[in-house]
């Protein structure tokens, strides 16, 4: 079994950065991917950001594209988002997400939530204005 914790969140002015840090533990051998999504009140879980374990591929939402980074330290267990020109509209409780069935090689599942089987708790992002 793998558990996933995340750490970083934080308040910050727009135009700010944030780095936002997501550990495994436990079976950490099984991780196939990990990604990041982000949530709002009344709104639907959506996708941020994700890495290939093995690769390190990385995907991105156009929303977050040029601005966020994924990044990822295999001998850690360990992935990084690097937020940086934080907007108002980047404000969520961002997940950390795991995938130990290999479900992410498949379609277009890395970008989905059913793509990931191990969920964090979540950290809250706030960029005011």
């Known amino acids: 079994q793998v558990r996933v914790v995340e750490s970083g969140g934080g308040l910050v002015q727009a135009g700010g950065s944030l780095r936002l840090s997501c550990a495994a533990s436990?079976?950490?051998?099984?991780?196939?991917?990990m990604a990041w999504f982000r949530q709002t009140p009344g709104r639907e879980r959506e996708f941020v950001a994700a890495?290939?374990?093995?690769?390190?591929?990385?995907y991105y939402a156009d929303s977050v594209k040029g601005r966020f980074t994924i990044s990822r330290d295999s001998a850690k267990s360990t992935e990084y988002l690097q937020m940086n020109s934080l907007k108002p509209e980047d404000t969520a409780i961002y997940h950390c997400?795991?995938?130990?069935?290999?479900?992410?090689?498949?379609?277009?599942?890395?970008?989905?939530?059913?793509?990931?089987?191990?969920w964090g708790q979540g950290t809250q992002v706030t960029v005011s204005s």
């Open positions: 436990g079976h950490t051998f099984r991780v196939y991917a």
């Open positions: 997400a795991a995938d130990t069935r290999k479900t992410t090689y498949y379609g277009d599942s890395i970008y989905l939530e059913d793509g990931y089987d191990c």
């Open positions: 890495v290939s374990w093995a690769s390190g591929f990385t």
